[in-house]
């Protein structure tokens, strides 16, 4: 009885031995990874930071988008991922503003009352404003270097 439960350590220990190596290179993989997407979305909320001058552009979030889309985002920790959608939806909104005021200077191309172009230049103003919020954001976020380690 002895030699029988001598013979089921090594093959017991042998399995144990590949969980614990899977695992740690399943750590390493998912560490990898974060780092990856961190420097990503850096770059990309870089470029959203430059497109911020006053123009009224749209602003790029693909990256963001296709990480969210993807579950990527989860190899992420929590305050991380807060951080960043909390950001990503003020660009979303600013996108939404643009798109609002891109409609109301053709609106106002196509009937150019006093009216038409009331609308225009308020809601013009309203989103450089809101640009220069989310700028102020943008560099927050990035000047939080804990963040992107």
């Known amino acids: 009885m002895n030699s029988f439960f001598l013979t089921l350590i090594g093959p017991f220990a042998g399995v144990l031995l590949a969980f614990a190596i899977n695992w740690l290179f399943s750590v390493c993989g ?14 990309e909320l870089e470029t959203c930071k430059a497109t911020l001058y006053g123009a009224i552009n749209l602003i790029p979030t693909q990256i963001y988008q296709a990480a969210r889309n993807s579950g990527d985002l989860m190899v992420l920790n929590h305050k991380q991922r807060m951080l960043i959608a909390k950001i990503y939806n ?46 102020k954001a943008i560099e927050s976020l990035l000047a939080n270097e804990s963040l992107w380690k």
């Open 90 to 135: 003020y660009c979303e909104d600013t996108n939404y503003e643009a798109k609002r005021v891109r409609d109301a200077a053709e609106d106002y191309r196509k009937d150019p009352s006093e009216h038409r172009k009331r609308e225009w230049g308020g809601l013009s103003i309203m989103h450089q404003e809101h640009e220069k919020d989310l700028r």
């Open 30 to 43: 998912k560490h990898k990874r974060s780092k990856e997407i961190r420097m990503s979305l850096r770059e």
